[in-house]
């Protein structure tokens, strides 16, 4: 029922930046806990950042005050903004949506993926 599409992945060089999007559709977009989570083929998935239905957010300490987690209501549509980017950033990056999320960066609370889109960081 719900769907949800990233864009905005790509290859940048480490200190650039770049800004993922994750448009959703199906569901009640609004009461919805929105997270981005990040894959590295081997590694266990990663939280990265949430931003709950009442605006409140919440940021991996590797990823904190870099990255920016936010949300445009009217347009259905999650954003994921990276700067100062580094190495270690390089994965595919999802978005994730919950009706019900405790934990906000456990993967198994969520309820719907996106497909990902890729990050790539070369120094």
């Known amino acids: 029922q719900v769907q949800l599409v990233e864009s905005g992945g790509g290859a940048v060089q480490v200190g650039g930046s770049l800004r993922l999007s994750c448009a959703t559709s199906?569901?009640?977009?609004?009461?919805?806990?929105l997270g981005w989570f990040r894959q590295v083929p081997g590694r266990e998935r990663e939280g990265v950042a949430n931003i709950d239905s009442d605006g409140s957010t919440t940021y991996a300490s590797s990823v904190k005050g870099r990255f920016t987690i936010s949300k445009d209501n009217a347009k259905n549509t999650l954003f994921l903004q990276m700067n100062s980017l580094k190495p270690e950033d390089t994965a595919m990056y999802f978005c994730?949506?919950?009706?019900?999320?405790?934990?906000?960066?456990?993967?198994?609370?969520?309820?719907?993926w996106g497909q990902g889109t890729q990050v790539t960081v070369s120094s």
């Open positions: 199906g569901g009640t977009y609004r009461r919805y806990s």
């Open positions: 994730a949506a919950g009706r019900y999320v405790a934990d906000k960066l456990r993967d198994t609370e969520y309820d719907y």
